[in-house]
């Protein structure tokens, strides 16, 4: 099993920018495909980003321009900087991990964006 704890959500103001992070544990982060999902407020769970175990990296088309995934593995880190933000961004990010057929989830970080 992986353990994922993400960080780096708080209260931000349109425009400005944040970065999340999310360290794994419990198994080699370099073989992992790696993914950010959110979920606001009474609304499903949607893909944000992911970048594979190789690099390859797919982002929501709403999103791509604005937000980059990227990943440390030396850290055992995966980051999603976020560029812009607006009360849309507003929600509860997850980070995702996937090896083969086994795939473990974070407790969330939570992101507001109010002025």
């Known amino acids: 099993q992986v353990r994922l704890v993400e960080s780096g959500g708080t209260l931000v103001r349109p425009g400005e920018s944040l970065r999340l992070s999310c360290v794994a544990s419990?198994?080699?982060?370099?073989?992992?495909?790696m993914s950010w999902y959110r979920q606001a407020p009474g609304k499903q769970r949607d893909h944000v980003a992911t970048?594979?175990?190789?690099?390859?990296?797919t982002y929501a088309d709403a999103l791509r321009g604005r937000f980059t995934i990227s990943r440390d593995n030396h850290k055992n880190t995966m980051f999603l900087q976020m560029n812009n933000l607006g009360p849309e961004d507003t929600a509860v990010y997850y980070c995702?991990?996937?090896?083969?057929?086994?795939?473990?989830w974070g407790q969330g970080t939570q992101v507001t964006v109010s002025s």
């Open positions: 995702y991990a996937r090896l083969g057929g086994r795939s473990d």
């Open positions: 419990g198994s080699r982060f370099e073989s992992l495909d």
């Open positions: 970048i594979t175990a190789s690099g390859f990296t």
